[in-house]
């Protein structure tokens, strides 16, 4: 695929990973990957087994689907288990268990749930089914929210009443700050999100370098952007830099897409707080949609529970999220929590940390075993560490099975 | 959810550039283009970033092929020039030898 393969030049990669572990020293590093979208690529090309050991990667809050709270996802099936009602989301989101079953089990039990690629979908569903109301859930980051803008003001503009949406977008920024205010994590820098930054562009992270003094690089989403970025974090700070860099100059502009900024400013404001999963309550870090599309909101047309329901105790998607635990330091997990039977949201997403690693991560867990087993650094140009001889391309990691 | 993937742009299906073909790994698919205004703006036949049907911003040809010579000279390039490094050292130790040896072994 073109503006993909190129990105995953597996002699790039190696010499890459080579110049950072000379450059990285003997000092430990650590750098969040805020991205999900970024987690998912580390893992399925095994990027940390290109890394010396000592440049860790830290997993961010930025997987939309993990950090909705489990009170948000009942009210949701609450919703969808309401009569005459097709109730349309993203196939991430099925399988996420609520307090009592997920959507999907609602589905099983006879609401029509179904699962669609575009919110545009739905926007079809509900002239399709005139008779039937059409809830849309909608959850997503800055990169997400244009899309279901855009639905609404289509469906205001056909006049189309049948069509509502339970907003649960939320803005990545507020997490970042959470992140970077509290005392467990020392990072040295972050890769920025690529896609939230087509959109919001390179500006909103000054924050990070101006208040906490910490680089970001804005990343892409294949292989060798993350290593081009991991390399450009610590050139910062072996420089005495600290600025907001742009790697994934191909598709992000320094101010973003202007027209999608404007949508957002149309449909949505900033609700007083929003609740994560795991940073609890964070004041103005979620969307709501404005007065003049209250009758297409569901939380206002809808009874909606609104209840906050606690994580189960064996879960710990919330230290995950927070990247102080990784994933399998938790204690449920690929135990009694499995992609097949997940406890938490973060083994359910393939963004989430936790399936991610579980999918792919059985090297990286090899090789976390020897750092802390202490038996030398892995890595260091090892490739997907699999021992066969070296491909001109990295190649996913297969998804284990079972 | 935050996936996005490059895709080329086939035509625009509207006079006002809302809709547009793309080409996805073999299939054409109608997507949502009404984003791609300013220095997004694109030409069918060039590549746009398709997130959820939509086309969030315009892949940069030229940008893509920046990026990929920096990599090129920081990648390969890198590795030739460890190699030279190295190959210089054991030819230096080489001729250290050699020269210890003409000298019919100074060092114990």
Same mark, same amino acid.
Request: glycine share 10%; net charge negative.
């Given at each position: ?9 597996a002699d790039i990669a190696r010499a890459l990973g080579k110049r950072i572990a000379d450059e990285a020293g003997g ?9 999900? *979208? ?7 090309? !095994?990027?940390?087994?290109l890394l010396p050991?000592n440049v ?44 009592? !079953? ?9 609401? /029509?749930? +179904? ?45 189309? +009443? ?26 040295? !820098?972050?890769? *920025?999100?690529?896609? $939230? ?30 290593l081009?970025?991991?390399h450009?974090?610590i050139q910062?700070?072996l420089q ?11 598709? $992000? ?18 609700? #007083? ?16 949609? +404005? /007065? ?8 206002? $047309?809808?009874?909606?529970? !609104?209840? +906050? ?10 230290? $995950?999220?927070? *990247? ?20 938490? #949201? ?6 989430? =940390?936790?399936? =991610? ?20 650094s892995?890595g260091n140009g090892s490739g ?6 070296p ?12 | ?21 793309? &080409? ?38 030229? &940008? ?6 920096i990599l090129e000279e920081m990648g390969p390039a890198y590795t030739d020039e460890l190699r030279q490094i190295r190959e210089s050292e054991a030819m230096e130790a080489e001729l250290v030898a050699a020269s210890a ?8």
């Amino acid at each position: 695929m073109k503006f993909a393969d190129e990105f995953r030049d597996a002699d790039i990669a190696r010499a890459l990973g080579k110049r950072i572990a000379d450059e990285a020293g003997g000092k430990h590093w650590k750098v969040m990957e805020v991205c999900g *979208g970024h987690t998912h690529t580390i893992f399925k090309y !095994g990027i940390e087994d290109l890394l010396p050991s000592n440049v860790e990667l830290v997993h961010g809050p930025g997987c939309p689907v993990c950090v909705i709270p489990m009170g948000r996802l009942d009210d949701g099936i609450a919703l969808a288990k309401q009569p005459d009602i097709i109730f349309t989301c993203f196939g991430d989101l099925m399988r996420v268990p609520g307090s009592d !079953g997920s959507l999907l089990d609602a589905k099983a039990a006879g609401a /029509d749930v +179904r699962m669609v690629y575009s919110p545009l979908d739905s926007l079809k569903i509900a002239r399709d089914n005139p008779d039937k109301k059409v809830i849309f859930y909608a959850i997503g980051f800055e990169t997400t929210a244009p899309s279901t803008a855009l639905t609404l003001m289509r469906a205001k503009a056909e006049n189309l +009443r049948n069509l509502f949406v339970f907003c649960n977008h939320v803005t990545i920024i507020p997490p970042m700050k959470a992140i970077l205010d509290s005392p467990d994590l020392q990072l040295d !820098g972050f890769l *920025g999100p690529g896609h $939230v930054s087509t959109v919001v562009g390179i500006r909103p992270y000054e924050f990070v370098t101006n208040t906490y003094k910490k680089p970001v690089v804005v990343v892409g989403f294949e292989p060798l952007d993350i290593l081009q970025g991991v390399h450009m974090v610590i050139q910062q700070v072996l420089q005495g830099r600290c600025e907001v860099e742009n790697q994934y100059t191909r598709v $992000v502009h320094d101010d973003g897409n202007p027209k999608a900024l404007e949508v957002l400013g149309r449909v949505f404001q900033l609700r #007083t707080q929003f609740e994560w999963r795991g940073l609890g309550f964070i004041s103005q870090s979620a969307l709501e949609l +404005r /007065d003049e599309f209250a009758e297409w909101d569901a939380e206002k $047309v809808f009874t909606v529970p !609104g209840l +906050r329901v606690a994580d189960p105790k064996a879960c710990q998607c919330g230290e $995950v999220l927070k *990247g102080v635990l990784k994933p399998w330091e938790c204690k449920v997990f690929g135990t009694a929590c499995t992609p097949e039977t997940p406890i938490g #949201t973060c083994m359910v997403s393939s963004e989430g =940390a936790c399936a =991610a690693y579980y999918n792919f991560g059985r090297y990286s867990r090899a090789r976390e075993r020897e750092r802390v087993m202490g038996a030398g650094s892995a890595g260091n140009g090892s490739g997907n560490g699999n021992g066969a001889a070296p491909e001109k391309e990295l190649k996913p990691i297969e998804v284990r099975a079972g | 959810m935050c996936l996005a993937i490059p895709a080329r742009l086939v035509a625009y299906v509207d006079d006002d550039h809302q809709y547009g073909k793309v &080409e996805l790994g073999g299939v054409t698919r109608r997507i949502n283009t009404s984003l791609l205004v300013g220095e997004d703006t694109t030409e069918p036949g060039e590549y746009v970033l398709v997130h959820v049907g939509f086309a969030l911003s315009r892949v940069s040809e030229q &940008e893509a092929a920046e990026t990929l010579r920096i990599l090129e000279e920081m990648g390969p390039a890198y590795t030739d020039e460890l190699r030279q490094i190295r190959e210089s050292e054991a030819m230096e130790a080489e001729l250290v030898a050699a020269s210890a040896g003409s000298n019919g072994g100074a060092s114990a």
